[in-house]
C-alpha cells in the first residue's frame, strides 16, 4: 500500500549555478553521490535530477526537509543505473514512524528541467 508520494521538479540551470559553490555542493551531496556526479562529468541534468530525487523523497516522507538533512537522503544507482534511495538518520526514522519498507524513485529531465517522483510502501 502507499503510504507517501513526493514529486519534484526543477530548473537544471538553477541547481546547476549552486553546485558551482562548493559548500552548498557538500552540504548536499554525500559522497557517494559526489563520485557519482564525477563518473558522469558533472552533468548538469544529473546533478539536478538528483536534487529533485532529494526533494520529493523528503515530500513522500510528509516532512519536507522538516528536520531531515540533505544527506540524510541518498540517492544512489544500480549496475543498470537505475536510481534507489539509501535513507539515513531523521529520514530513515521517518519512513518507519509512516511504516513504510520501501521508497521507489524515478527521474526523468530534458536540457531546462528535471523531475523525479518518489513513492513510499509499507
Do not use: C
Not at 22 to 30: A, C, K, L, M
Not at 61 to 72: E, P, V
Request: glycine share 6%; proline share 2%.
Amino acid at each position: 500500500m502507499v503510504v507517501g508520494t513526493g514529486i519534484d521538479i526543477i530548473e537544471v540551470d538553477r541547481v546547476s549555478d549552486a553546485a558551482e559553490r562548493q559548500s552548498f555542493f557538500e552540504r548536499v551531496f554525500t559522497p557517494q553521490e559526489r563520485a557519482y556526479f564525477v563518473k558522469q562529468n558533472h552533468n548538469p541534468q544529473t546533478i539536478a535530477g538528483t536534487f529533485a530525487a532529494k526533494e520529493a523523497t523528503a515530500k513522500a516522507l510528509s516532512a519536507g526537509f522538516n528536520g531531515i538533512k540533505w544527506q540524510d537522503i541518498e540517492i544512489l544507482r544500480d549496475e543498470s543505473g537505475k536510481p534507489y534511495v539509501k535513507l539515513w538518520n531523521a529520514a530513515e526514522k521517518r519512513m518507519h514512524d509512516l511504516g513504510g519498507k520501501s521508497i521507489h524513485i524515478s527521474i526523468s529531465h530534458i536540457k531546462a528541467l528535471a523531475v523525479a517522483q518518489a513513492i513510499l510502501e509499507d
